[in-house]
């Protein structure tokens, strides 16, 4: 069941617009990872999520129905942990306390707010009762995180959780997120540049840039210069000599996107024709990775500046016999690139 | 300058001897203030928080009336409530001119604007996340505010002192809507107004000394507050 | 949190404590039914009210509270129906105060007279003249002279002093100051700037009390009839003011008028000097 359903959403701040989603679906109890570039939209779409405002046009569907901020649905199950460490300015204990003393819900707060400090790695007897301002920057966001999982929240959106902390507390804000899941089945959503968090935890990932949402990773995004070739396609120029053609964008477009899934792959020397071809690209594996189903693996490529990442079958890369650093070609028709 | 002199031993004998003028005066001048500062924080509070919260179409214009009328004189102040007040005026049936209520009315008037104006300015510096939080706990509306006005509490503070201090000093609002009638409506400051108009030099500075007594121990206790909230 | 609200109920307790004990040092009479005089700055600063209204509420269970500005004022006050019965001292304004119906039953409760008072040196020579004299040697001789200013009883004497001497108001002249304040505020300008004023011969005497070494101004002129300072008591109309407490009011004047008051008017002195002469007259 999807417990987040998104169409056509456009979000503004004012004449800007940051957000411009067709489509997301997220599944209960599944682990999201989103990335992009600072300013690309990801902390607005973790406050949409969060029902912290409403999109200035569309909705968002929780648990199948259109939702607003504040609504009944959302006030006690969907949290949002911010990437600055923020505390109120009381002590811990009253801190990780707060939300369950507006849900009424008061019984055995000394010992839930203890279970809930030990899952984020405080020792309850040192910790319950310091203040705000005797905490690092690592543990605030420990007992920031403590208060929203006290709750026992169904959607956990955590915005670069791991950013302005110290690697221990990285650790255990990993682990005790995962334990989240484990215990009552909580969706998490987290935007993170954290690579153990996208390679290990994730289920899915969503690519996020200038608001919009890229299927097939930020590697295969192109920017210019773009010039005109003598036989006249337009194209770009790497460094190693090697061209991109590119169709001829709308007006005031200037990013191209490559969709790898409709690229081929192949072992160099195959067709000796096709090396100079011009629309294919020549370049090495950098990564393999197995995703979590056990059947697909992300295979990164380096084309002069660019990382493509393709999803291949196991046994296509057995076949390949595909390992870092080896050689590969990748056909691809320039008619499959999109502008931006 | 020998009458600066004069006040201070003046000062201590008043209050030593339980003065009864100066003793009904200290208590007209508390009733008055206290009253008009517990009205002005009901009132105040939420106003200041609305205007600093929320974002809506005549904020700006709205926010520089309420920093003007941080600048009424208090004898303008005390003659419009005159004119309120009086018994042909439109409030004159309640009876408030020359009662201590009356005085707190004007009162009330000149510490409204102090304590929204800084209401809204500590809920305007509050930090972006706090609402982001209250919100990811649960808090609804209410809650929010609430919470937003307990976390900026020491600004709240800030605004009852200087609400508070700019009302137990102040003189035209005591003289025109009290009249300054002894035991009655003589507050601390209208009594040195009188004493210094007659001379009596050394009394005003006594009296002085009495109402700066009064403000430091007020202020004492606030700081005790300040440190353990 | 708990002991923030515990801080909180102390600070409180102990605030309305002290306004609690501070206030049984309040005058007794609270009551309503309470009478409210408007009078003149040189009545109260002479403390002939302190002195003389509590034989009046011993005598007729009423109380009195009364209020202390200038003429001007006090008929505005009596005007707006914000008083009950005024005790002033500007017969001409009186008079016309009860023609336009807000007061009525005027009577002339005491009298004392004004003088000119300046400095012991005496710079203009006036003393022992006549007031137009005076008032001539004071302008020719450019010597400060300070006015009330303030359309009180006292100034309207004063202006009309000028105008009897044939001279007209020294509005712009730099010699002439005017304080607009009351009498001892501007006894006391004048005594700074070494000049001269005229002042009621009963806010003089209190001047003279409260600088207890030698006070630094003295009366110079004095006795012409023209200086006459007469009181009078004049109750708002009920006609004019519903709420007035009218009857009241009357048995105020009365009694001002009456043996007692009038007695206790002549015995009030300071420095041994009778500050009021009592001239009610009896019908």
Same mark, same amino acid.
């Given at each position: 069941?999807?417990?987040?359903?998104?169409?056509?959403?456009?979000?503004?701040?004012?004449?800007?617009?940051?957000?411009?989603?067709?489509?997301?679906?997220?599944?209960?109890?599944?682990?999201?990872?989103?990335?992009?570039?600072?300013?690309?939209?990801?902390?607005?779409?973790?406050?949409?999520?969060?029902?912290?405002?409403?999109?200035?046009?569309?909705?968002? %569907? /929780?648990?199948?129905?259109?939702?607003?901020?504040?609504?009944?649905?959302? &006030?006690?199950?969907?949290?949002?942990?911010?990437?600055?460490?923020?505390?109120?300015?009381? %002590?811990? /204990?009253?801190?990780?306390?707060?939300?369950?003393?507006?849900?009424?819900?008061?019984?055995?707060?000394?010992?839930?707010?203890? &279970?809930?400090?030990?899952?984020?790695?405080?020792?309850?007897?040192?910790?319950?009762?310091?203040?705000?301002? =005797?905490?690092?920057?690592? =543990?605030?966001?420990?007992?920031?995180?403590?208060?929203?999982?006290?709750?026992?929240?169904?959607?956990?959106?955590?915005?670069?959780?791991?950013?302005?902390?110290?690697?221990?507390?990285?650790?255990?804000?990993?682990?005790?997120?995962?334990?989240? &899941? +484990?215990?009552?089945?909580?969706?998490?959503?987290?935007?993170?540049?954290?690579?153990?968090?996208?390679?290990?935890?994730?289920?899915?990932?969503?690519?996020?840039?200038?608001? &919009?949402? /890229?299927?097939?990773?930020?590697? %295969?995004?192109?920017?210019?210069?773009?010039? /005109?070739?003598? +036989?006249?396609?337009?194209?770009? =120029?790497?460094?190693?000599?090697?061209?991109?053609?590119?169709?001829?964008?709308?007006?005031?477009?200037?990013?191209?996107?490559?969709?790898?899934?409709?690229?081929?792959?192949?072992?160099?020397?195959?067709?000796?024709?096709?090396?100079?071809?011009?629309?294919?690209?020549?370049?090495?594996?950098?990564?393999?990775?197995? =995703?979590?189903?056990?059947?697909?693996?992300?295979?990164?490529?380096?084309?002069?500046?660019?990382?493509?990442?393709?999803?291949?079958?196991?046994?296509?890369?057995?076949?390949?016999?595909?390992?870092?650093?080896?050689?590969?070609?990748?056909?691809?028709?320039?008619?499959?690139? +999109?502008?931006? | 300058?020998?009458?600066?002199?004069?006040?201070?031993?003046?000062?201590?004998?008043?209050?030593?001897?339980?003065?009864?003028?100066?003793?009904?005066?200290?208590?007209?001048?508390?009733?008055?203030?206290?009253?008009?500062?517990?009205?002005?924080?009901?009132?105040?509070?939420?106003?200041?928080?609305?205007?600093?919260?929320?974002?809506?179409?005549?904020?700006?214009?709205?926010?520089?009336?309420?920093?003007?009328?941080?600048?009424?004189? !208090?004898?303008?102040?005390?003659?419009?409530?005159?004119?309120?007040?009086?018994?042909?005026?439109?409030?004159?049936? !309640?009876?408030?001119?020359?009662?201590?209520?009356?005085?707190?009315?004007?009162?009330?008037?000149?510490?409204?604007?102090?304590?929204?104006?800084?209401?809204?300015?500590?809920?305007?510096?509050?930090?972006?996340?706090?609402?982001?939080?209250?919100?990811?706990?649960?808090?609804?509306?209410?809650?929010?505010?609430?919470?937003?006005?307990?976390?900026?509490?020491?600004?709240?503070?800030?605004?009852?002192?200087?609400?508070?201090?700019?009302?137990?000093?102040?003189?035209?609002?005591?003289?025109?809507?009290?009249?300054?009638?002894?035991?009655? !409506?003589?507050?601390?400051?209208?009594?040195?107004?009188?004493?210094?108009?007659?001379?009596?030099?050394?009394?005003?500075?006594?009296?002085?000394?009495?109402?700066?007594?009064?403000?430091?121990?007020?202020?004492?206790?606030?700081?005790?507050?300040?440190?353990?909230? | 949190?708990?002991?923030?609200?515990? $801080?909180?109920?102390?600070?409180? @307790?102990?605030?309305?404590?002290?306004?609690?004990?501070?206030?049984?040092?309040?005058?007794?009479? #609270?009551?309503?039914?309470?009478?409210?005089?408007?009078?003149?700055?040189?009545?109260?600063?002479?403390?002939?009210?302190?002195?003389?209204?509590? *034989?009046?509420?011993?005598? @007729?269970?009423?109380?009195?509270?009364?209020?202390?500005?200038?003429?001007?004022?006090?008929?505005?006050?009596?005007?707006?129906?914000?008083?009950?019965?005024?005790?002033?001292?500007?017969?001409?304004?009186?008079?016309?105060?009860?023609?336009?119906?807000?007061?009525?039953?005027?009577?002339?409760?005491?009298?004392?007279?004004?003088?000119?008072?300046?400095?012991? #040196?005496?710079?203009?020579?006036?003393?022992?003249?006549?007031? *137009?004299?005076?008032?001539?040697?004071?302008?020719?001789?450019?010597?400060?002279?300070?006015?009330?200013?303030?359309? *009180?009883?006292?100034?309207?004497?004063?202006?009309?002093?000028?105008?009897?001497?044939?001279?007209?108001?020294?509005?712009?002249?730099?010699?002439?100051?005017? *304080?607009?304040?009351?009498?001892?505020?501007?006894?006391?300008?004048?005594? #700074?700037?070494?000049?001269?004023?005229?002042?009621?011969?009963?806010?003089?005497?209190?001047?003279?009390?409260?600088?207890?070494?030698?006070?630094?101004?003295?009366?110079?002129?004095?006795?012409?009839?023209?200086?006459?300072?007469?009181?009078?008591?004049?109750?708002?109309?009920?006609?004019?003011?519903?709420?007035?407490?009218?009857?009241?009011?009357?048995?105020?004047?009365?009694? $001002?008028?009456?043996?007692?008051?009038?007695?206790?008017?002549?015995?009030?002195?300071?420095?041994?000097?009778?500050?009021? @002469?009592?001239?009610?007259?009896?019908?």
């Amino acid at each position: 069941m999807d417990i987040y359903q998104i169409q056509d959403i456009d979000h503004y701040y004012g004449d800007k617009q940051v957000l411009s989603i067709e489509d997301i679906s997220i599944p209960a109890a599944s682990i999201v990872g989103l990335i992009g570039p600072n300013g690309s939209g990801k902390s607005t779409l973790l406050k949409l999520l969060g029902f912290l405002e409403e999109p200035t046009y569309g909705a968002i %569907s /929780f648990k199948g129905k259109k939702t607003l901020p504040f609504s009944h649905e959302v &006030r006690f199950t969907v949290t949002l942990l911010t990437q600055a460490p923020y505390l109120m300015r009381r %002590s811990v /204990f009253d801190n990780v306390v707060y939300g369950l003393k507006i849900r009424k819900d008061t019984k055995d707060l000394r010992s839930r707010v203890g &279970r809930a400090l030990d899952l984020v790695g405080l020792d309850p007897e040192d910790f319950a009762k310091r203040k705000w301002y =005797e905490l690092s920057g690592g =543990e605030a966001q420990r007992v920031a995180l403590a208060a929203r999982l006290v709750l026992k929240p169904e959607v956990l959106l955590l915005d670069e959780p791991t950013a302005s902390v110290d690697a221990d507390s990285a650790r255990l804000i990993r682990k005790a997120s995962l334990q989240a &899941r +484990e215990e009552w089945g909580a969706t998490l959503v987290v935007a993170t540049h954290d690579w153990q968090w996208l390679y290990e935890t994730c289920d899915s990932v969503l690519h996020l840039l200038h608001g &919009r949402l /890229f299927k097939n990773g930020l590697g %295969s995004a192109v920017y210019g210069p773009w010039k /005109f070739g003598e +036989e006249g396609f337009l194209h770009k =120029e790497f460094e190693d000599g090697q061209v991109l053609v590119v169709p001829t964008p709308e007006e005031g477009k200037k990013l191209a996107i490559l969709d790898p899934s409709r690229m081929k792959i192949s072992l160099p020397g195959e067709d000796p024709l096709l090396k100079w071809k011009i629309d294919t690209l020549n370049g090495f594996v950098t990564r393999l990775f197995l =995703e979590r189903n056990g059947d697909m693996v992300q295979v990164d490529i380096k084309v002069a500046v660019l990382v493509i990442t393709m999803r291949l079958a196991l046994d296509k890369v057995e076949e390949l016999k595909l390992y870092p650093g080896k050689k590969v070609s990748i056909a691809y028709d320039p008619r499959d690139i +999109e502008w931006f | 300058m020998d009458f600066i002199q004069e006040g201070f031993f003046q000062a201590v004998a008043l209050l030593r001897n339980r003065d009864p003028a100066t003793y009904s005066a200290i208590s007209v001048t508390l009733r008055a203030s206290g009253m008009a500062m517990v009205v002005s924080l009901l009132l105040g509070l939420p106003l200041g928080y609305l205007l600093g919260y929320f974002d809506f179409r005549f904020k700006k214009q709205i926010r520089i009336v309420v920093d003007t009328l941080l600048s009424l004189p !208090t004898v303008f102040i005390g003659l419009v409530v005159y004119a309120l007040l009086t018994r042909n005026g439109p409030l004159g049936e !309640t009876g408030l001119l020359f009662t201590i209520p009356g005085i707190a009315v004007g009162q009330a008037i000149l510490a409204l604007p102090i304590v929204i104006a800084l209401t809204a300015t500590a809920v305007e510096a509050s930090d972006r996340n706090l609402r982001i939080t209250l919100m990811s706990l649960g808090a609804n509306r209410f809650q929010i505010a609430k919470s937003t006005l307990w976390e900026v509490r020491l600004g709240l503070l800030a605004a009852a002192v200087t609400a508070t201090g700019r009302v137990l000093t102040e003189v035209g609002i005591s003289l025109m809507v009290g009249g300054n009638i002894k035991w009655h !409506t003589r507050t601390i400051t209208t009594a040195i107004a009188l004493e210094t108009s007659k001379g009596e030099f050394g009394m005003g500075i006594a009296l002085g000394l009495v109402l700066l007594l009064i403000a430091l121990t007020v202020n004492i206790s606030l700081a005790g507050l300040r440190r353990r909230i | 949190m708990k002991k923030t609200v515990f $801080m909180l109920v102390c600070l409180t @307790t102990v605030l309305h404590g002290s306004i609690f004990f501070s206030g049984k040092f309040v005058h007794a009479a #609270e009551t309503g039914g309470e009478l409210l005089l408007a009078t003149t700055t040189s009545t109260d600063n002479t403390g002939l009210l302190d002195y003389l209204m509590p *034989s009046f509420t011993v005598k @007729t269970g009423i109380g009195i509270r009364w209020i202390a500005t200038g003429t001007g004022k006090a008929l505005k006050l009596g005007e707006n129906c914000d008083v009950d019965i005024l005790l002033v001292h500007a017969p001409q304004a009186e008079i016309d105060f009860v023609d336009q119906g807000f007061g009525v039953d005027r009577q002339q409760i005491m009298y004392n007279d004004f003088v000119l008072i300046g400095p012991t #040196e005496d710079p203009a020579k006036i003393r022992g003249k006549g007031v *137009s004299p005076a008032l001539q040697a004071i302008k020719s001789s450019n010597t400060v002279f300070v006015s009330r200013g303030d359309n *009180s009883g006292t100034n309207k004497k004063e202006r009309l002093l000028w105008k009897l001497a044939d001279m007209p108001i020294p509005e712009q002249e730099t010699w002439y100051r005017q *304080s607009g304040q009351g009498m001892l505020a501007t006894i006391n300008v004048a005594a #700074e700037l070494k000049g001269y004023t005229m002042a009621d011969r009963g806010t003089y005497i209190k001047y003279e009390s409260i600088a207890e070494s030698k006070p630094a101004l003295v009366v110079l002129v004095e006795g012409d009839d023209v200086l006459l300072n007469q009181y009078s008591i004049i109750p708002i109309n009920l006609q004019h003011c519903a709420n007035v407490k009218y009857d009241k009011a009357q048995v105020l004047s009365s009694w $001002m008028a009456g043996d007692e008051a009038q007695r206790l008017i002549g015995e009030f002195k300071l420095l041994g000097k009778q500050l009021f @002469t009592p001239n009610a007259n009896r019908e």
